[in-house]
Each structure stands twice: as structure tokens, then as C-alpha cells.
């Protein structure tokens, strides 16, 4: 593990069920925000769900790092009771909303947001104080 150096800049406090990192707007911030998620979901025993959310986290941190300079954040929270879904956030400071499109075929971009629509359950974006989250569910398998 020693080339994955992540900050883990706090757990929120409800009973141990999030965690939340901060990554530098650099190119090898995807690869480390994907292990992180990846090693996160296995502590939880949800490997089920760390395929799919390691990509889609892959997914919206590129294209923070497209547009955004400061720093990229990363944050899960883990369903309390049955029904729920594993909550996915990815926050940069840009305070433009993204919005999805429709790729063409040539188009070398333009279908990070097609496929987090396509594989949550639900997403959506919500401006903040300073930039923007882009958030995902994932139904969590009973």
C-alpha cells in the first residue's frame, strides 16, 4: 500500500458509517480515490457494490479534475437500516452544476454522468458553500 497515500479528513458520526477523504486535483487522484472506495466498501462487506461504485467515483473525480483546481472530495455513507443505499459524494470547488448529455460516437467524453444516471438508483448534484457534490445511491442487496 505504499504508493496510496489518501487523507482521511473524518468519519461522521453515526455509528461509524461514513467516511470521507480529500484528494489533491492531480491525475493520480482517481486511482486513489477508486482504492480508497474499493478498500472501504470490503471493510463494511460491501464488495458487492465496490466495482461499480469504484467506477462511477472514477468517473465524476475525472471529471472534477477536467474542470475544477483545488482539491476533490470523496465521501460515503453506508446505509442504518434495511432498504437503504450506500450513498456516494464527489465535491470540488467549481460551483458550475454539471449537466448530462448525450455523447456522440466520435465524442471522446461527455458519458460520466450518462453512466452514473444509468447505474445508481438515484443521483442528482446540490450546490455548496464553496463548489459543488455531484451524490449517487446504490441499492445495497438484501
Known amino acids: 500500500m505504499g504508493s496510496l497515500a489518501w487523507e482521511v479528513i473524518g468519519v461522521i458520526d453515526s455509528e461509524g458509517d461514513g467516511a470521507e477523504w480529500t484528494f489533491p486535483a492531480e491525475p493520480g487522484a482517481v486511482r486513489t480515490a477508486r482504492a480508497a472506495v474499493r478498500g472501504q466498501l470490503h471493510g463494511w462487506d460491501l464488495d458487492c457494490l465496490a466495482d461499480l461504485a469504484a467506477l462511477l467515483v472514477s468517473e465524476l473525480v475525472t471529471n472534477s479534475l477536467r474542470h475544477a483546481t483545488g482539491p476533490i472530495g470523496v465521501r460515503l455513507v453506508r446505509p442504518a437500516g434495511l432498504g437503504g443505499g ?29 453512466l452514473v444516471a444509468g447505474s445508481s438508483r438515484r443521483w442528482g ?12 445511491e446504490l441499492a445495497v442487496p438484501g
Open 86 to 114: 450506500l450513498l456516494v459524494e464527489v465535491s470540488d470547488p467549481l460551483p458550475d452544476l454539471p449537466h448530462e448529455r448525450t455523447a456522440r460516437a466520435e465524442d471522446e467524453g461527455g458519458r460520466g454522468l450518462q
Open 125 to 136: 448534484t446540490r450546490p455548496g458553500g464553496s463548489g459543488k457534490t455531484v451524490w449517487f
